[in-house]
């Protein structure tokens, strides 16, 4: 029996996909339910708030549908006999993880749209699209019979977004797979071939890294917006979000910062078709969409990803290793200005993710630590300890897809594969890094491979244990306040506007250095708060206080370094 749904584009001017289904041999009083997670993005988000109008028919006659709870409904009918349902879904969320509709665009992700039915997860599902508009394409890496898009069972059926609109599409081939970008929302001076060029050496050193490419074909769905950036996963697809300005432009030929942000993003996603979608967290064998999915392992799945995004950029040699070590010294620089990090095991950050990572405030700093950044660099410090016993991160990331068969792992199959390839000692280490809140020894680790750690001047800002936001217009506004700093100690709070210091106006936080005399280091600040004028005094610490890291290539190392290091950083 397949599942049969239809959705419907007639009300893109009210942002309603209109969503039916035919269930061709139901349960008695049917139970179906809408997801309250999408997987890959770990926070209950409730979709069911922007589902409405949910109604049955039997047998030509209206079915009572009662609510279950907040995501699941009853439906009082017979077995055995086709059951009509239909249902309409609000979508005004440019974000990857939900759905969009207006009359220049659509988006959506199956777990947003489609109701699951109880007992039938297992059978084949489809959809058809109804009501598109003259001129709009589709674009989706969900199979196709020529009526409808066509999946297996109900997982595959809500792991492949749907992208809709009049937008750009350009097509290579990686390894002879083939491989598809859509942008939405570029600009005209946006340069698509070589977009093209570049994700396709991405594509196919991923695929080289992990002997074959697991899927027929893959998808990357990009929308362009003024100001965005993210990323979801799926077994043959992506959907990513990126500013405009970040996209290649025709007749520039240096990458920007932006360009090379995004080209990570390419990498990142494409990465997780393997390391997440189906080399995956043992809790993650089956997905249950009624709730929270815990796990305590998104330190190697999300972290380590993060750890190659970047690296492929420079194995690819899209950059070169010196704007690579910068990347990184950026992600030092920000783990390292993280109070939380002594508070928070990156284990207990993965486990947290549901109530604390997609839910941040202004204390979050001094309370948690990303997995996603201090993850990297886990997944950097074990490479490097690694190839100081002769083998690498490479190996033991395929060694794992051997032993779960590119399945489910735990914690105990990663430690048992570090061990076979770098000794019970590292694997100890490992755990330590992962469940402890010590720092790493990274400078010690990275000189050995002619590395040099090196602290740039830090900002005011830095100095103080402020961050902020500053422009000509608002001038300085305080986002967050860190623990154990002047500023803290000082009585300022998140929500302060920086008016002036020392009787001079503030427009940017540095400017504060122009208002002190040699030898004086009191900074005597004007304060709003909460409509209020204050003044507070707070002293300057010195210089090297605060200040980032800056990784550089040594010079003149050993051979036997620069062999080591060439090995790491080669592109």
């Known amino acids: 029996m397949t599942l049969d749904y239809r959705v419907d584009l007639d009300e893109a001017h009210r942002h309603r996909y209109h969503v039916s289904l035919r269930i061709e041999a139901p349960q008695a009083d049917q139970v179906v339910s809408l997801p309250v997670w999408i997987p890959g993005s770990y926070l209950v988000r409730e979709f069911a708030r922007h589902l409405d109008d949910l109604h049955a028919r039997q047998d030509g006659a209206a079915c009572a549908v009662e609510s279950l709870d907040k995501a699941s409904w009853r439906v009082r009918c017979a077995a055995g006999r086709p059951l009509e349902m239909s249902w309409t879904v609000y979508a005004f969320d440019t974000s990857v993880r939900t759905a969009w509709l207006d009359a220049a665009r659509g988006f959506f992700n199956g777990t947003s749209l489609f109701l699951r039915v109880h007992g039938a997860e297992s059978q084949p599902h489809r959809v058809a699209l109804d009501g598109v508009p003259a001129g709009w394409q589709v674009a989706t890496a969900m199979a196709s019979d020529g009526e409808h898009f066509v999946a297996a069972d109900y997982d595959e059926f809500v792991d492949h977004p749907f992208e809709l609109g009049p ?21 005209p001076s946006f340069d698509g071939a070589r977009l093209l060029a570049d994700v396709q050496q991405l594509c196919e050193a991923e695929i080289a890294f992990w002997g074959g490419a697991p899927f027929k ?12 950036h993210g990323g979801l996963e799926h077994r043959a697809s992506t959907a990513l979000l990126a500013g405009r300005g970040d996209l290649p432009r025709q007749g520039l030929a240096e990458a920007s910062d932006g360009y090379v942000n995004l080209l990570s993003l390419f990498s990142h996603e494409y ?8 080399l995956r967290p043992a809790e993650f064998a089956r997905y249950d969409y009624t709730g929270e999915n815990y796990t305590r392992l998104l330190w190697f799945f999300e972290g380590f990803t993060s750890y190659y995004d970047e690296l492929f950029v420079r194995r690819t040699g899209l950059i070169d290793a010196k704007r690579w070590l910068k990347l990184v010294g950026d992600n030092i620089t920000r783990v390292l200005a993280t109070p939380g990090r002594r508070r928070q095991s990156v284990a207990q950050a993965s486990f947290d993710a549901w109530v604390r990572l997609y839910r941040p405030d202004e204390n979050s700093p001094n309370s948690s630590v990303s997995y996603y950044a201090k993850g990297a660099l886990v997944g950097l410090a074990l490479d490097l300890r690694l190839r100081e016993h002769g083998s690498s991160l490479d190996a033991l990331m395929l060694e794992l897809w051997r032993v779960s068969g590119g399945g489910p792992v ?3 199959a990663i430690l048992a594969a570090i061990g076979r390839l770098g000794g019970a000692g590292v694997a100890a280490e490992l755990s330590e890094w992962v469940h402890g809140t010590a720092d790493l020894p990274l400078a010690e680790l990275l000189a050995r491979f002619g590395v040099q750690w090196d602290s740039p001047p830090a900002t005011v800002a830095q100095r103080l244990g402020l961050r902020v936001a500053e422009s000509a217009l608002t001038g300085v506004q305080v986002k967050q306040v860190l623990d154990d700093s002047a500023a803290q100690a000082a009585g300022l709070a998140a929500g302060d506007e920086l008016l002036a210091c020392n009787g001079w106006r503030l427009r940017r ?23 209020r004028m204050l003044e507070l005094g707070v002293e300057l610490p010195a210089a090297g206080q605060g200040a980032g890291v800056r990784l550089l290539l040594a010079e003149g190392i050993e051979p036997a370094m620069q062999a080591r290091r060439q090995a790491w950083l080669g592109a």
């Not at 937008?167 to 598809?180: I, K, L, N, Q």
């Not at 074909?217 to 965005?228: I, R, S």
């Open 410 to 412: 735990d914690e105990a």
């Open 217 to 228: 074909a893959y998808t990357f769905l990009l929308n362009t917006v003024q100001d965005g």
């Open 509 to 531: 936080l540095d400017e504060a250095l122009v208002t002190l005399a040699p030898g004086v280091t009191r900074l005597q600040l004007l304060v709003c708060r909460d409509q």
């Open 271 to 278: 990465f997780h078709a393997w390391n997440v979608k189906r």
């Open 167 to 187: 937008f750009w599409s350009g097509t290579f081939e990686a390894a002879g797979v083939p491989h598809r970008i859509v942008v939405a929302g570029a600009p």
